[in-house]
């Protein structure tokens, strides 16, 4: 399994950005994917996830409202708008594949759980 993410760049405060991550694996429309993001010196956290079949979408409530996650199953490819973006949107950002999820609904990062991708650097300026 495979995940390439590109899209990432330097933005102005207020801008936008569209980050892509494709995946080279059979059956993609069957995982939930996710995008994570971690910032200098912190941990890596849960940014937005999409499931294979109804699509539900979860956020974090630090990006509700300015990220939309979406997925193209014909193209094995998965999504992340990010719109008003703010300097504390900096991070290196990672796509998943059924990243690991806890009793309580909510995604967390498990290098050993799911599949992961290589990041795509998101610099905002203020």
């Known amino acids: 399994v495979q995940l390439q993410a590109s899209g990432g760049g330097l933005v102005q405060t207020g801008g936008s950005l569209r980050l892509s991550c494709v995946a080279s694996?059979?059956?993609?429309?069957?995982?939930?994917m996710g995008w994570f993001r971690q910032a200098p010196g912190k941990e890596r956290e849960f940014v937005a996830a999409?499931?294979?079949?109804?699509?539900?979408?979860w956020y974090s409530e630090s990006v509700k409202g300015r990220f939309t996650i979406s997925r193209d199953n014909a193209k094995n490819t998965a999504y992340l708008e990010m719109t008003s973006l703010k300097p504390e949107d900096t991070a290196e950002y990672y796509c998943?594949?059924?990243?690991?999820?806890?009793?309580?609904?909510?995604?967390?990062?498990?290098?050993?759980?799911?599949?992961w991708g290589q990041g795509t650097l998101v610099t905002v300026s203020s």
């Open positions: 998943a594949a059924d990243p690991p999820q806890r009793s309580d609904g909510t995604y967390y990062f498990d290098p050993y759980s799911g599949y």
């Open positions: 999409i499931t294979s079949s109804a699509g539900n979408t």
């Open positions: 694996m059979r059956f993609f429309s069957t995982y939930t």
